[in-house]
């Protein structure tokens, strides 16, 4: 089964990564995860996200402790994989689905976010599946993974509100399960409001900040504050970043073959979704963290490959967008980013494109990435803990995994 080749080459490239300590705002969701499991303050935790990634992880160390977390990545990353190929081939054919899920195996922020099963990860293999299930009409296995996914990040909402959309004003179709997720999330945002509790806006830079995160997004796109200095981080994440250009380029070569209604019906949710999505997440007044694109990369990379499946001179071109992949997998040398970001030497090893925005996580998610983590715990094993202050050591989680070097 030719699945089985973007699933066998994601895990080759996860394994040597499988056993490194959890940094950064990994390092901050597993201690979260923690506190869940032993019930520390749950109610402060849900009005930081949704709580089914921490009733995961929670699950996941009742069953096999702390210090093979990252196992959680590989499983979800082989599922999210699959759940796109079998998208691709729904869509358009067996070719552009093996194409697309080996993209997807390689993407290097793919590959990173998936090392601790971040959120934003999460999230996207959940949509993926719901999408999936939605594809085939199986309304309620697709209201199950959208439901998951919205409580796992509320953003994720964002991609329900996009079906719901679809189905009403161009499908023409209604159902309650569509309706679901979106009911999901109202019912959790009152819980927690009677609780005192609110959805997450610890980094709300906006000057509406102290209204909420909700109050923001509204308030954004009724001022048209959409567009500020936040939000263009995010794009240029998004359409240029690490080689993404040339991905769009591809992409935007598709669109001129997508000609029948019944495929524009189709895929009319993925286009309401990257429009919703970067007007009100991307927009959104906080770190400007280069995973917050995430969710919207998978279709990328469906829409790239079809669009490369359509060219005169196919093997050519697909070889030339796998090996830019597998440049942007390993380095960060695409000129055109490197003309946009500076960037900054970590340890002895390897460059890093980064910006003032972006926070302690500004960090390109690539193999240079998970070589870092790798080379970090290295260190903490051996008892040299001179640390660059962005991937400094955080001694709750050491403690958790019984490390005592570096754990001071």
């Known amino acids: 089964m030719v699945l089985l080749l973007p699933i066998i080459i994601f895990i080759l490239l996860f394994i040597p990564y499988l056993y490194v300590f959890p940094a950064n705002d990994g390092s901050l969701e597993f201690v979260f995860a923690h506190r869940w499991f032993t019930g520390d303050n749950i109610l402060q935790l849900l009005s930081l996200h949704p709580p089914f990634k921490l009733i995961l992880n929670s699950i996941y160390f009742s069953l096999f402790g702390y210090d093979t977390t990252n196992y959680i990545g590989l499983l979800f990353g082989s599922i999210g994989i699959a759940a796109l190929y079998f998208i691709a081939k729904k869509l358009f054919n067996e070719k552009v689905a093996l194409l697309s899920s080996i993209l997807l195996a390689i993407s290097g922020l793919y590959l990173s976010v998936a090392l601790f099963s971040i959120h934003d990860f999460l999230m996207t293999v959940f949509i993926l599946l719901a999408f999936v299930y939605y594809l085939n009409s199986r309304y309620i296995l697709y209201a199950l993974f959208a439901c998951i996914a919205v409580l796992t990040k509320e953003t994720a909402v964002f991609f329900a509100l996009s079906i719901l959309l679809s189905d009403i004003f161009i499908k023409k179709h209604r159902s309650f399960w569509t309706f679901a997720p979106i009911v999901i999330l109202f019912w959790y945002i009152e819980f927690i409001h009677f609780a005192g509790y609110h959805l997450w806006n ?3 830079f906006s000057p509406t900040a102290s209204k909420g995160s909700i109050y923001t997004m509204i308030n954004n796109l009724v001022t048209l504050k959409i567009f500020n200095k936040y939000a263009y ?7 240029i970043f690490n080689f993404n250009w040339v991905y769009w380029l591809f992409a935007i070569g598709s669109f001129f073959y997508i000609k029948t209604a019944e495929l524009k019906k189709s895929i009319a949710p993925i286009g309401i979704f990257f429009v919703i999505f970067m007007l009100t997440v991307l927009s959104f007044q906080t770190f400007t963290i ?4 995430l969710p919207l990369l998978p279709f990328l990379y469906l829409f790239a490959s079809f669009g490369v499946s359509k060219l005169k001179w196919q ?5 030339l967008l796998i090996i830019i992949s597998l440049v942007s997998l390993a380095q960060s040398i695409d000129p055109i980013s490197n003309f946009i970001w500076q960037k900054t030497q970590l340890l002895d090893e390897s460059v890093y494109i980064n910006h003032t925005l972006d926070g302690d996580d500004g960090i390109t998610y690539n193999l240079q990435y998970l070589d870092l983590m790798k080379t970090r715990t290295d260190m903490i094993l051996n008892n040299n803990c001179n640390f660059p202050e962005l991937i400094k050591t955080d001694t709750q989680t050491l403690s ?6 570096c754990n001071k």
């Open 202 to 204: 610890d980094w709300n």
């Open 233 to 239: 981080e995010n794009w240029l994440h998004l359409f």
């Open 400 to 405: 958790l995994l019984h490390v005592s070097n």
């Open 315 to 319: 093997p050519a071109s697909i070889s």
């Open 290 to 293: 280069n995973r917050y694109i």
